[in-house]
T-cell receptor, first 108, second 113 residues
């Protein structure tokens, strides 16, 4: 399976700090996506990065992609309480598979 | 645009009963997916469809059946519910596999007693 695997499983940070999580995958990809899930809700798309891109920004989100290491990272800067959620990566596998996610808790 | 709508939102079944979960999307998407999510876990793919009239098995298909008779609808059936199928079910759709964003429904919380 090409599904991504997120690391760490859980992350607790203080409001205002940055949060970094990683995604590793097994085979070549054309693109990789990151999603957020607030408690009990459906996943919401955050950002898509293509294999020919190394870095992409969207607001306070920064995503990097290293195809040589088959890994991606998601950085959330200046975290807020509303960023408390689980974050998942997904590769361009037609099955749209997800890993177990990283649960981020932002403490006030 | 309603996006992806799941029906019902909540349901309690007795062991052995059957039911159908409906997923409807109004974005003319080709790809549709059914997932289950158990506490503290990620989403596990049950079945998916790459177009009208097609279905395929995902990671955990046992005990479930699906149909995609119309492009906009993807039905998930439980023929004989078991307590192990207690879960939150999510439907998603996308226009192109993995190349564009997927849209998710709000989830169906199913309890089998």
């Amino acid at each position: 399976s090409q599904q991504g695997e997120e690391d760490p499983q859980a992350l607790s940070i203080q409001e205002g700090e940055n949060a970094t999580m990683n995604c590793s995958y097994k085979t070549s990809i054309n693109n990789l996506q990151w999603y957020r899930q607030n408690s009990g809700r459906g996943l919401v798309h955050l950002i898509l990065i293509r294999s020919n891109e190394r870095e992409k920004h969207s607001g306070r989100l920064r995503v990097t992609l290293d195809t040589s290491k088959k890994s991606s990272s998601l950085l959330i800067t200046a975290s807020r309480a509303a960023d408390t959620a689980s974050y998942f990566c997904a590769t361009d596998d037609y099955k749209l598979s997800f890993g177990a996610g990283t649960t981020v808790t932002v403490r006030a | 645009n309603a996006g992806v709508t799941q029906t019902p939102k909540f349901r309690v079944l007795k062991t052995g009963q059957s039911m159908t979960l409906l997923c409807a999307q109004d974005m003319n998407h080709e790809y549709m997916y059914w997932y289950r999510q158990d506490p503290g876990m990620g989403l596990r793919l049950i079945h998916y469809s790459v177009g009208e009239g097609t279905t395929a098995k995902g990671e955990v298909p046992d005990g479930y059946n699906v149909s995609r008779l119309k492009k906009q609808n993807f039905l998930l059936g439980l023929e004989s519910a078991a307590p192990s199928q207690t879960s939150v079910y999510f439907c998603a759709s996308s226009s192109d596999r993995g190349r564009t964003e997927a849209f998710f429904g709000q989830g169906t919380r199913l309890t089998v007693v």
